[in-house]
């Protein structure tokens, strides 16, 4: 008998896994459960590394991939634990810069992303007129790839980098439910203008639940060799 991809082990309530493998056309698809389609938008470019790894070059305005907010409802998260976890490559250039988001800001959502002018790895959580946010100061180094992830779990959150904790400093608060109306976007804030992504990155994957120290670390022997780490 199969067991379902997001049934069992790392998989395990997986709700979008992008590995990025097309390298050609505007489409790239989840390979977990919901398939979610996610296109390519502002030139967003197909690119390997040396031993194959694809990854997206986001590099150079605003370059970011879209998924409709009524297709993408299953990561309009409020109450419950998840995971966020990507490998990027930051050009240290410009001011925040979003891996990945639902929502209007300081209105509901969510947005994970880095702050390259103190290396600064961040996750925010709207909640009409305000939001509440934690921070990793000097979590990473511009210009590498890293492996680069946030836990939440109730009011608290785990960044790591590399399968490492790195520093965490914050309390969240649920964010109010976006209810299918915000898209979910890779690489630029939910204006699809601001906090664009300036730099490269790879496999990108979402869980509704926390993922716990080991599972982190595994991840990382695993695909590390891939992006040169």
């Not at 880095?114 to 509440?132: D, I, K, Y």
């Not at 109306?181 to 994957?205: F, P, S």
Request: aromatic content about 10%.
């Amino acid at each position: 008998m199969k067991i379902a991809y997001d049934k069992t082990g790392i998989g395990y309530q997986m709700l979008v896994d992008l590995p990025f493998t097309e390298m050609s056309g505007l489409v790239t698809y989840d390979r977990a459960k919901a398939h979610h389609e996610l296109t390519l938008t502002g030139g967003a470019a197909w690119a390997s590394l040396p031993g194959g790894a694809p990854y997206l070059d986001l590099s150079g305005g605003s370059k970011y991939l879209q998924c409709p907010g009524a297709e993408s409802a299953d990561v309009n998260f409020t109450n419950g634990d998840f995971t966020f976890l990507a490998w990027v490559y930051n050009n240290a250039l410009g001011g925040a810069q979003e891996i990945v988001c639902q929502g209007a800001v300081d209105v509901d959502g969510f947005e994970f992303y880095m702050f390259p002018g103190v290396n600064t790895l961040a996750l925010r959580t709207s909640q009409l007129g305000s939001h509440t946010g934690i921070s990793a100061v000097g979590a990473f180094i511009p210009s590498q790839w890293h492996l680069a992830g946030v836990t939440r779990h109730g009011a608290s959150g785990q960044f790591y980098i590399n399968g490492d904790v790195a520093d965490t400093i914050g309390t969240l608060i649920d964010p109010v439910s976006c209810a299918g109306g915000n898209k979910l976007l890779v690489g630029i804030q939910n204006n699809e203008i601001t906090n664009g992504w300036d730099g490269y990155m790879g496999q990108l994957r979402i869980w509704g639940r926390e993922l716990n120290a080991m599972e982190m670390k595994t991840i990382f022997q695993l695909e590390h060799s891939h992006y040169g780490v």
